[in-house]
C-alpha cells in the first residue's frame, strides 16, 4: 500500500507512516500490535461512510484485525494508568506546599515542547506522568519483553505531535523507541481504503485481553477538560453518582478555551484550570504570574482538545461540539466510570509494573533541552 505524502518534493512534508507500518504487517515473524487513542473513534465516521461524531470504535478494531494486527488495544486503558499517577502526583505535590503548584498536565506533547521552548518556568511544574500512549507503550513492550517474536508498536493519535513525542530520548526502551510508529487518524482513513475494506459494513469488535479493560474517565481524555475531570473523579472521596453528576457541571465541560473550576479536598478548595489553545496557555501562566492561584491546570493545545487534533478529518465548530458528545456517551455506556475501578489496574500494579513504576511511567522534563 502506498500513502500519498503531503508535499511532493518532500521539503515540508509531515512524516507519513503508513508504508513502514504496512511493511511490519507483511513480516512473517513480526508481532505487531496497535493502540487507538479516544479522540480517534469519534473522527473518522464521516470519511468512511458512518456519521461524525459516532462512536465507530468496534470497527475501528475490525478493521485493524483484517489489516493483520495482531493485537489490537485502547489508549483509554494507558490514560486510566495516566490518572492514577497522576492524581497521586498531584496529591503528594498539595502535601509539599505551594511552591509546587500548580501541577500542570504533560499529556499533550504540543503543549510540553511549547513549555520547554517558552515558558521555562514552568517546566518544573509539568507532570512526570508518561501520556496515555506511552503509559500504554511501556506496559505493553514489557510484558512481551521476553518474547523471542519481534515486536512492533503501532498507535493510531489523533495529531502528528505524538510522532515528535514517541521519538523522544525520554520514551525509548533498550530496543528502540517503545512507540514505533504513530499514525495519524488521516492516515488510518488512509490505510483502510488502500485495504479495500467497506469500513460500514464491518460488524464491530472488541479490544483484545488482558489489556482490555478501560473506564468512562479514560475516555474522556479526548476531549478539553476530560483530563480533569478524571483525575477529579478520582481524588474526591464522595464516590456517589451525584458527586460524579456535580464535577461534570461544576465547569469542567464545554468548548470555552479557559475554563475554571474548584472543588473541595478535605479543608482544602482545589482550583482548576482547563485550557485549550497555546493563546490561552500562555494567559494562564500571565495570571498566575501576576499572583493567581491555581492547583491544577490542564493544558491541549488545540482548540476544543484532541478530539479537533491536526491529524484529525477537519471540523467546524458543530462537529467539534459532536465528537465531544461522542465521548461523553461512550463514557456513559461504560460500566466502570473511575480508573481505580479498572479491575486491570490492580493486575497491571501487582504485575509488570510491581516496583517499576517510576521507570516505566515516568519521566523528568527539563527546560534546557533543545526542543
Ligand atoms: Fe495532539 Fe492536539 Fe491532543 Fe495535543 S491537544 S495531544 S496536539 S491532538
Not at 53 to 63: D, F, L, P, W
Not at 169 to 182: H, I, K, M, T
Amino acid at each position: 500500500g502506498q500513502c500519498a505524502a503531503v508535499c511532493p518534493t518532500g521539503a515540508i512534508m509531515v512524516k507519513n507512516d503508513c508504508d513502514k507500518v504496512w511493511k511490519a504487517l507483511d513480516e512473517k515473524d513480526t508481532r505487531v500490535s496497535v493502540q487507538i487513542a479516544p479522540a480517534v473513534r469519534v473522527a473518522l465516521g464521516k470519511e468512511l461512510g458512518i456519521g461524525d461524531g459516532e462512536n465507530a470504535m468496534g470497527r475501528i478494531v475490525a478493521a485493524l484485525r483484517r489489516m493483520g494486527f495482531n493485537e489490537v488495544f485502547d489508549t483509554s486503558t494507558g490514560a486510566d494508568l495516566t490518572v492514577l499517577e497522576e492524581s497521586a502526583e498531584f496529591i503528594a505535590r498539595l502535601g509539599e506546599g505551594e511552591h509546587r503548584m500548580p501541577l500542570f498536565t504533560s499529556c499533550c506533547p504540543a503543549w510540553v515542547s511549547y513549555a520547554e521552548k517558552n515558558e521555562p518556568e514552568v517546566v518544573e511544574n509539568l507532570s512526570t506522568c508518561h501520556s496515555p500512549m506511552q503509559m500504554f507503550a511501556s506496559v505493553i513492550k514489557e510484558h512481551h519483553r521476553h518474547s523471542s517474536r519481534k515486536h512492533v508498536h503501532v498507535a493510531v493519535m489523533p495529531c502528528t505531535a505524538k510522532k515528535g513525542e514517541a521519538a523522544r530520548e525520554e520514551f525509548r526502551g533498550a530496543g528502540g523507541p517503545n512507540v514505533d510508529y504513530v499514525i495519524t487518524t488521516q492516515e488510518l482513513i488512509q490505510m483502510i481504503k488502500e485495504s479495500g475494506l467497506v469500513f460500514s459494513e464491518l460488524e464491530p469488535e472488541a479490544v483484545d485481553m488482558p489489556f482490555g479493560t478501560m473506564s468512562g474517565a479514560g475516555v474522556i481524555f479526548g476531549v478539553t477538560g476530560g483530563v480533569a475531570e478524571a483525575v477529579l473523579r478520582r481524588i474526591i472521596s464522595n464516590k456517589s453518582p451525584a458527586a460524579l453528576q456535580s464535577i461534570a457541571f461544576r465547569g469542567v465541560r464545554g468548548s470555552e478555551g479557559i475554563k475554571e473550576a474548584a472543588v473541595k479536598y478535605g479543608e482544602r478548595e482545589i482550583k482548576i484550570a482547563v485550557v485549550s489553545g497555546l493563546g490561552n496557555a500562555r494567559e494562564i501562566i500571565r495570571r498566575i504570574k501576576d499572583g493567581e492561584r491555581y492547583d491544577f491546570v490542564e493544558v491541549m493545545a488545540c482548540p476544543g482538545g484532541c478530539v479537533c487534533g491536526a491529524g484529525q478529518p477537519f471540523v467546524l465548530r458543530e462537529g467539534r461540539e459532536s465528537r465531544a458528545h461522542g465521548l461523553y456517551s461512550a463514557d456513559r455506556m461504560s460500566s466502570i466510570k473511575r480508573s481505580e475501578e479498572n479491575p486491570l489496574m490492580l493486575s497491571l500494579y501487582s504485575g509488570v509494573l510491581k516496583g517499576r513504576v517510576h521507570d516505566l511511567l515516568h519521566v523528568r522534563y527539563s527546560a534546557e533541552r533543545e526542543a
